[in-house]
């Protein structure tokens, strides 16, 4: 897993390359940082806020990363950042619109957010229905489309500059657990499901993102 987000963050630091140079980042619910680290190596200084202090002490003393232990609410810098990452974040946001306010204050003029986000309205989802893995709250309480998101975005003084579907890969026990979740309790499913875990669950295989994207608004 921790060599997969790593991939995950020099995948995106290409992505961000092509619209702006290495500059200051700022990543929001940054976990144990190892997304953070993939940037870092791209030549990013990096800066995050975890509000999980065990995992946001993990990436200071592991990884020598400067994260704060806290909520973007009470994140203080007097620094102006180039890019903000918003990685599978928007979703568990308590108060969306205090917190695009915050992002858009800590931002450089022309600054960048890169959001990664699950998408509601996508065939999945809505084949899924009730059992798409992303209903699940309270760590997700808010879900998007294409729409409401850029919406949200231009309300708070974004505009929609790229998107596209992450190239990605995922240990295939997290993907079956995902399977497990999305679909009703069907016959021997479980004995299936467990069987394919013995027998290929280490592996990792690439998520097809048909609910998935990515997003980059620049700031007005």
Not at 111 to 123: A, D, P, R
Not at 147 to 169: C, D, I, W
Request: hydrophobic share 35%; charged share 25%.
């Amino acid at each position: 897993e921790k060599d997969l987000l790593l991939k995950s963050g020099l995948n995106y630091a290409k992505i961000i390359s092509k619209y702006t140079k290495p500059g200051k980042l700022l990543d929001v619910g940054c976990a144990a940082g190892f997304i953070m680290k993939g940037f870092e190596q791209s030549g990013w200084d990096c800066y995050g806020v975890e509000p999980n202090n065990t995992m946001a002490e993990y990436g200071r003393k592991e990884l020598n990363l400067k994260i704060q232990t806290g909520s973007l609410e009470d994140y203080t810098t007097d620094i102006k950042f180039d890019l903000v990452n918003l990685i599978q974040v928007v979703g568990s946001l308590y108060n969306p619109d205090k917190s695009l306010s915050i992002i858009n204050s800590l931002l450089n003029k022309d600054g960048l957010v890169l959001v990664e986000s699950w998408n509601m309205k996508s065939i999945a989802a809505r084949i899924a229905g009730k059992y798409w893995h992303e209903y699940c709250p309270p760590s997700v309480i808010t879900w998007f489309s294409d729409k409401t998101l850029s919406q949200m975005f231009e309300y708070y003084g974004f505009q929609l500059h790229a998107k596209g579907r992450p190239v990605k890969k995922i240990n295939i026990n997290h993907g079956l657990s995902l399977f497990d979740e999305s679909t009703p309790n069907l016959p021997l499913k479980k004995s299936v499901l467990k069987l394919l875990s013995k027998a290929i669950g280490k592996y990792n295989m690439r998520y097809p993102a048909v609910d998935l994207k990515w997003y980059l608004f620049k700031k007005n």
